[in-house]
């Protein structure tokens, strides 16, 4: 069955970086476009990126281009989101999607910008 794990979150002042990981299985990884959304405390779940199944293209939402950078490595079944200059705004739940038919969506992985 579709896998999407999510990893990397934690806490980190404004003004720095973390690393997201979303882990995929279940499906030919490759083979489909992956998106990233984020849920803010009190707020609709928001997208945040999406990639091209091949990694060729890219799309950001206005408030975190220039920021975040979305990448996938389809050897690792394994999709990224490099968050910098992060500001108190970006604290959320962020979750990773798929959709192939149905919706897939991890269990998220909680961003607190804080200092």
């Known amino acids: 069955q579709v896998q999407l794990v999510e990893s990397g979150g934690g806490l980190v002042q404004p003004g720095g970086s973390l690393r997201l990981s979303c882990a995929a299985s279940g499906f030919t990884f490759s083979s489909y476009a992956m998106s990233w959304y984020r849920q803010a405390p009190g707020k609709e779940r928001e997208v945040v990126a999406g990639?091209?199944?091949?990694?060729?293209?890219?799309a950001y939402a206005d408030s975190v281009k220039g920021r975040f950078t979305i990448s996938r490595d389809n050897a690792k079944n394994t999709m990224y989101l490099q968050m910098n200059s992060l500001k108190p705004e970006d604290t959320a739940v962020y979750y990773c999607?798929?959709?192939?038919?149905?919706?897939?969506w991890g269990k998220g992985t909680l961003v607190t910008v804080s200092s």
């Open positions: 999607y798929l959709t192939m038919g149905m919706n897939y």
């Open positions: 990639i091209s199944s091949t990694g060729g293209s890219t």
